[in-house]
């Protein structure tokens, strides 16, 4: 069964520091997304990507952050300067098409930051 | 701003015995939900859906039931399993609005043998 697989696992990084996270969506889905969850909170909607631009973004998905498709495979999410509050779990996901349709999502990246 | 709200933050059922956990939303623009799982260290997995059209949506041992005029939805799960202790997240999107699910902040299923 396909599925969304996402690298690395776990990332540590100084603060200030960039970051990019990795995804591989599933191979016929036109959506991507990410979310990330706070130890402790709810999963919260960062940005969605379709048709090599983003679609939607939350109020958390500020100038520090940034997506990209760089081949038609793999979808990245880069954090230019971190700040501690990023230290979160990062979800990728994809869809076959919009939100009518389900987001399978991938394991997860965790992210600290020191 | 909770737009989505699982006010039982955990349930005990025993195992053969229903799981019924509840979801609340607020805005009723909102025109597809779903339900999903997560165990630790693994991201949420898609369980099922229920358009806004729809009242009830049912696959294998799990159903949705959606009343829109209470917005509420509840999640039966018959029978349980043990297999089936996971947090379980509501979600929603409203179509018109764009693409971003919103969860709610999850229930944690615990099934005894």
């Known amino acids: 069964e396909p599925e969304v697989t996402q690298t690395p696992s776990h990332q540590v990084t100084q603060m200030g520091q960039e970051v990019i996270l990795r995804c591989v969506p599933i191979?016929?889905?036109?959506?991507f997304y990410w979310y990330r969850q706070i130890l402790g909170q709810k999963v919260e909607f960062l940005v969605s990507f379709y048709n090599n631009e983003i679609s939607e973004k939350s109020e958390i998905f500020d100038d520090q952050f940034s997506v990209e498709r760089p081949d038609g495979s793999n979808f990245t999410l880069k954090i230019r300067s971190t700040k501690l509050e990023d230290s979160a779990m990062y979800f990728c996901a994809s869809s076959i098409r919009d939100s009518s349709y389900e987001q399978y999502f991938g394991p997860g990246t965790r992210l600290t930051v020191t | 701003d909770q737009q989505v709200k699982q006010n039982s933050p955990s349930l005990s059922v025993q195992e053969g015995r229903i799981s019924i956990l509840n979801c609340d939303y607020t805005?009723?623009?909102?025109?597809?939900f779903l339900w999903y799982k997560k165990y630790p260290a693994e991201g949420p997995t898609f369980l099922i859906s229920?358009?806004?059209?729809?009242d009830k949506n049912e696959d294998g041992r799990f159903t949705v039931f959606l009343n829109k005029s209470a917005k509420h939805l509840s999640l039966h799960i018959v029978p349980s399993q043990p297999g089936d202790s996971a947090v379980y997240f509501c979600?929603?999107?409203?179509?018109?609005?764009?693409?971003?699910?919103?969860f709610g902040k999850g229930t944690t299923l615990s099934v005894s043998s």
């Open positions: 229920i358009s806004s059209i729809k």
């Open positions: 191979s016929n889905h036109l959506y």
């Open positions: 979600a929603a999107s409203e179509w018109q609005a764009g693409t971003a699910l919103i």
């Open positions: 805005n009723s623009m909102f025109d597809y």
